[in-house]
Structure formats: C-alpha cells, structure tokens
C-alpha cells in the first residue's frame, strides 16, 4: 500500500493525516513537527509515527518526553508521496526539495499556482492530476466555490459569476490575527484574487469576486450570482445542490440561519473537531430572477479541502482514475454527505 506523509501538521495537516488513515487503499507514514507542543503529543498518541523537521531541536522532543520516530531525512526515505501543509510559501520551497528526492506532492491553498504548476479540485478536474507529481489543491474559499458552481454549470450552464466572499479573520486558535473589530476589504483590490483561483481548476469560467474579511473565526460566507446559459427554476437548483456530494442544504427556518448555528450542528453531528467538509448552502437563499442565480453559503475553513487532498492523492498515484469512485470513497471512510 502507498505510504503518504504530512510535512506540517498544522489546521489542514492534522485533518489530512486523520483522513488518510481513516482511508484502506492508502497508510499514514508519519507526520513532521518542529515543536514538541500538544499537537506533538496527540501525533504520538494517535499512533502516528512522528518525524522532527529540525533535527536540531532533539533534545526538546527528548526533555518534552515525546518519542520521535527520525528526523526529516528518516520521514523522505519512508514516504511515496507528501501533503505538504506547511505555511503560505514554505510549500513552493519545498517543492525543490520533494524534487531532488523524486517525492510526489500535494501542497495547499496559500502556495502560488504558478509556482507549483497544476492545480485541483476533485469535482472540478480530477482527471488533469493523474500521475501528476506535483499539486496545489485549491484554498478552502476557492474549494467552496468550485462544489456549487460546478453542479450549477453542469445543470445550467454559466455565463457569468459575481461573487462577494465575506472572509473569517482567523482561525478559531490563531491568537494573534485579526480584525477583531473592524470590517476589512481583503483584498481591497477588486476583483480579488479567488476568481483567477476558481479559474486555475473551472477553465474558461466567466467569474469576479471580491472579498472582505470580519471578526469572526468560525466560517466564511460567501455571496453568489450567476447568470445562466439556461432557464432553469429555483427547484431545479435545489435539486440539483441536494444531489451534489460534499453540499448540504441547510435552512434558516429550521434553526440553521447562521454560521455559528451551522458550526453547532457540525457539533451535533459527532464530527472530529466539529468539523464540516461539506458546503453549506442556504435553501432559502436560492432564488432565479431574470435568468440570474442567487444563493448564500458557509464554508468551513479548517476542514472543506481535506477530503480534497485525499482525492488528489489517489489521482496522481494513480489508485483511482474515476473522480466519482475516489470521492465515494473518501466521503465513506470520512463520514461525508455523499
Ligand atoms: P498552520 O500554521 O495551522 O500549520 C502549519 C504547520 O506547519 C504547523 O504545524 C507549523 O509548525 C508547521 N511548519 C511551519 N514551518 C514549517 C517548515 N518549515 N517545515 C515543516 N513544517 C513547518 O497552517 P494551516 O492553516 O494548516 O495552513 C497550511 C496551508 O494550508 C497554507 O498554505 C494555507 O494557506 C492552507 N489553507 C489553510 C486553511 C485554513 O483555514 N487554515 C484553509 C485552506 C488552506
């Protein structure tokens, strides 16, 4: 079996090392930190073979009773491929390193897709990143827009997407990002930069965003409309959206009618960390009117691009070809809406 290893075992890199043991057709080979802190501890625990990516920094692993499993250099010669969930930037640097090595790798959102050449999106083009060695899956406000706008074209055909992209400031442990009282046009450029993002895996789609960012850390919301090829109905949409795997539709009316309460009922689900991969559309908010499209959704952060990363691993080690079968299949091991 196929041994993958998560350089970075940050917000996203945690999530993608339980996702990839939860799977059968691939094995979690080990995990990188470079501070013996909890997470470290809880690598350990969890039975995950914990590899120091400053070799320097031993003795605190030792001092901190945490037990390593190697250095960097171990944690290369163990793995086939690599999520690398290192910080914005430090992927693309790495990137030269996986090279020399002949290491495949998936990296994230905040690396540049220029940098790293090929980016994905399971629904969106799966098939481009077979045997592909090296990946970007898309950010977690990209991912979001490319789970509905995706369905929608296939329904409807697009002509043209608006979409306002309200951002959470920061992650719910990030102590020291903001705003903490301000509204934050971020960028403040227009359009921003998630169209061109939502372009790199839906080529040739006629999409403008803009985004801002506000004090609070528990999802973003985004704004959308679409103009249509086709005239299709609000039910259609709904239908459609319904049917789409890795969506739910959720409804104000039944107590869902924000993303603190959406973020609760992830909570009532038993998901770990309270997690939701799915994409929360609101139904009511789906409305057509003049052959335009318009509806509301939440996108959890933390967790809507992990199942992602397991669908590009498989890809490009070439264990499934069918982007349906491999999003089955992660979305069973997973625990998703499928
Ligand atoms: P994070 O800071 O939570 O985690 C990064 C991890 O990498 C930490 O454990 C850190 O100690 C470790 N690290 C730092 N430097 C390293 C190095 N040189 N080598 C190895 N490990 C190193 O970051 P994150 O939020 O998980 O983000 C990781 C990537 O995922 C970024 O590209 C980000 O843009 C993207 N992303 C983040 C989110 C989100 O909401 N957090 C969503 C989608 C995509």
Redesign the pocket.
């Known amino acids: 079996m196929k041994a993958v290893g998560i350089?970075?075992?940050?917000?996203?890199?945690k999530r993608v090392a339980d996702a990839v043991a939860a799977q059968d057709d691939m094995k979690l080979a080990g995990v990188?930190?470079?501070?013996p802190d909890f997470?470290s501890k809880m690598a350990v625990e969890k039975g995950y073979p914990l590899y120091i990516?400053v070799p320097e920094r031993e003795e605190l692993f030792e001092e901190a009773g945490i037990k390593i499993s190697g250095t960097i250099e171990d944690f290369y010669d163990k793995v086939d491929v690599i999520v690398d969930?290192?910080?914005?930037g430090?992927?693309a640097k790495?990137m030269e390193i996986y090279k020399k090595l002949g290491i495949k790798s998936t990296f994230?959102?905040?690396?540049k897709h220029d940098q790293i050449g090929k980016s994905f999106n399971s629904f969106a083009n799966f098939k481009d990143s077979i045997g592909a060695d090296y990946v970007r899956v898309v950010?977690?406000n990209t991912t979001g827009l490319c789970r509905t706008l995706k369905p929608i074209n296939d329904l409807a055909g697009i002509k043209k997407v608006r979409a306002v992209m309200v951002r959470r400031g920061a992650?719910p442990a990030q102590v020291k990002k903001g705003p903490i009282n301000a509204i934050v046009p971020n960028p403040p450029t227009v359009p921003s930069h998630h169209g061109p993002d939502v372009q790199t895996v839906m080529n040739g789609l006629n999409i403008t965003t803009m985004a801002l960012l506000v004090p609070t850390t528990l999802m973003h919301q985004h704004n959308l409309m679409v103009e249509l090829e086709n005239s299709v109905s609000a039910d259609d949409v709904i239908d459609k959206l319904e049917n789409t795997p890795r969506v739910i539709l959720v409804e104000a009316s039944k107590g869902l009618g924000s993303t603190a309460q959406i973020m609760e009922y992830a909570k009532d689900l038993g998901r770990p960390r309270s997690d939701l991969f799915e994409i929360a559309v609101w139904k009511e908010s789906i409305n057509v009117v003049d052959g335009e499209l318009y509806y509301m959704q939440a996108v959890h952060?933390?967790s809507d691009?992990v199942p992602e990363n397991v669908d590009a691993i498989r890809a490009m080690l070439e264990i499934e070809e069918d982007p349906a079968k491999s999003i089955a299949k992660t979305n069973k091991a997973m625990g998703i809406k499928g």
């Open positions: 350089n970075g075992y940050g917000t996203i890199g990188t930190k470079r501070t997470e990516s969930a290192t910080p914005e430090i992927g790495n994230q959102g905040g690396e950010s977690c992650d952060q933390e691009v």
